[in-house]
């Protein structure tokens, strides 16, 4: 059977990239940052993604291309007999899940594209498009398609194979991403008050800085790298021995801090110029975004530009997440890969179903004082990756040999090898007990463990 690989090193590279850039850097970032304390939060973001993210981005990497299998495969392949493979089984309920409702936003992005375009967007109150978007949402059967239009473009791409499709849709999407967010972003800086943004997102005022939101910085940045789910591990297993790894790490890490960057530039200085808050939360780019773009020259299209740039974000992000499942379901035969992503694909647009409705029909219905989809959110964002990462970090240290990863290190990079001592202990140390203080806080056990000693 022949191995699928990528074809060109940078295709691996916009691919692994795409996967990352997503919802995370576009709208959860902005609104964490906004209502996080702005530039502090920023550079507490970019110390976790470099001191930790980077050593575990490069960690998965280091297994996927080492095994050259599936993510469930793979572990097995350094612990046979053992239940280290639950890492990539874990991984693989993880990104069904999280898949099942991403879909759902990447619907909504469908929406507000489709209403842009037909002029629904114009000339309303902040107010008014606060309740657009209240009531676009709500909608079932306008969500349920765009969910699964959604879910056919991702689908249409994965079943046409790691070459032919995902590195290829990568390969425009990515550099077209790039592209639009630097017209938005030139638009926005330009505007008259935009120097009031700028300051909020890269001055750091560390008194706005509250432990909640270091922790929230923590988990954002595994996020945004999609760590822990072993989807980089799939896309490392496609690798040839000749990509430089630290090298692919380092640039994702760099592509990864510039989106956030630019996300936070293309949004602040028009919600500063424009007389809005930073702080609105997850509303703040479906609700707060038109109205500011509506109050610009020629808004409409630059906010067609940002939504358009927003899906191929949400898409190339979707793709690693079904890939990672036909991945283990084919086991790498090519000859199957088309029927396991329909199939697939079209499940979890099943399991979406009760997310995309919890914002109309089923929104009375709450589990543990959740909605459907922030259930499901939580447990992916705030249990299920974190667990993931933290098995991770412990599996390569003990598992791998330490001549075995510094020879899959030092291939095709000769500066690889100056840095391997410094991300080894990184990873097997420093990043185990960073996820564990964070693990602790999110159920709620730092805060019982602080009131005892109080
Ligand atoms: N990195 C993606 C984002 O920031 O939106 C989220 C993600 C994609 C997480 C793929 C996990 C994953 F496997």
């Known amino acids: 059977m022949s191995q699928e690989q990528w074809k060109s090193k940078i295709g691996f590279i916009f691919a ?6 997503g919802l995370g850097a576009i ?3 902005p609104y964490i940052a906004g209502t996080g304390g702005g530039g502090a939060f920023f550079l507490i973001f970019l110390f976790f993604t470099v001191l930790l993210g980077a050593p575990l981005l490069l960690g998965e990497f280091v297994v996927g291309r080492r095994a050259q299998s599936d993510a469930v495969t793979a572990y097995k392949k350094f612990a046979p007999n053992s239940s280290w493979s639950l890492i990539g ?38 107010d008014q498009y606060g309740a657009l978007f209240g009531e676009l949402i709500a909608k079932p059967w306008s969500t349920l398609l765009a969910q699964l239009v959604f879910m056919l473009m991702a689908i249409v791409v994965v079943a046409k194979g790691v070459q032919k499709g995902i590195e290829k849709a990568s390969k425009i999407m990515i550099p077209a991403l790039f592209i639009l967010f630097l017209i938005l972003v030139i638009r ?15 001055v750091p005022d560390f008194t706005k800085l509250t432990s ?4 929230l910085a923590l988990g954002q940045a595994f996020f945004t790298l999609s760590l822990g789910v072993s989807v980089m591990v799939t896309y490392a297993s496609y690798l040839p021995k000749t990509q430089n790894l630290p090298f692919s790490a380092i640039s994702i890490i760099v592509i990864n801090i510039l989106v956030a960057l630019l996300a936070g530039l293309a949004i602040f200085p028009g919600v500063f110029s424009f007389g809005m808050e930073p702080d609105a939360g997850p509303v703040l780019i479906f609700a707060v975004l038109p109205a500011v773009f509506s109050q610009m020259q020629f808004g409409v299209i630059f906010f067609i530009n940002f939504l358009l740039l927003f899906l191929f974000a949400a898409l190339t992000s979707a793709f ?33 179903i009760p997310s995309c409705l919890s914002y109309g029909v089923l929104s009375d219905v709450l589990v543990f004082d959740k909605t459907i989809f922030d259930l499901f959110d939580f447990t992916v964002s705030n249990v299920l990756m974190p667990l993931g990462a933290l098995l991770i970090s412990i599996f390569v240290p003990l598992k791998i040999s330490k001549s075995a990863l510094y020879e899959e290190i030092s291939l095709g990079s000769k500066s690889g090898k100056m840095f391997f001592n410094v991300w080894y202990y990184l990873l097997k140390y420093v990043t185990p007990i960073a996820i564990v203080i964070v693990f602790l806080d999110v159920l709620g ?10």
């Open 188 to 202: 926005s800086v330009t505007l008259d008050q935009s120097i009031e943004g700028i300051e909020f997102l890269l």
């Open 212 to 215: 909640e939101s270091i922790l």
């Open 320 to 352: 690693s997440m079904l890939e990672i499942f036909v991945a283990a379901t084919t086991k790498h035969d090519k000859t199957k890969r088309k029927k396991r992503a329909w199939t697939l694909g079209l499940l979890i647009f099943v399991l979406g």
């Open 89 to 126: 089984k874990l991984g693989i309920v993880t990104c069904f899940i999280l898949l099942s409702f991403y879909s759902v936003v990447g619907g909504w992005i469908i929406i507000y594209l489709f209403e842009a375009i037909r002029g629904g967007l114009n000339g309303l109150s902040q």
């Open 16 to 21: 692994a990239a795409g996967s990352a850039i």
């Open 27 to 29: 709208w959860k970032f």
């Open 445 to 454: 056990f730092l805060d019982k463990m602080i009131s005892l000693f109080k």
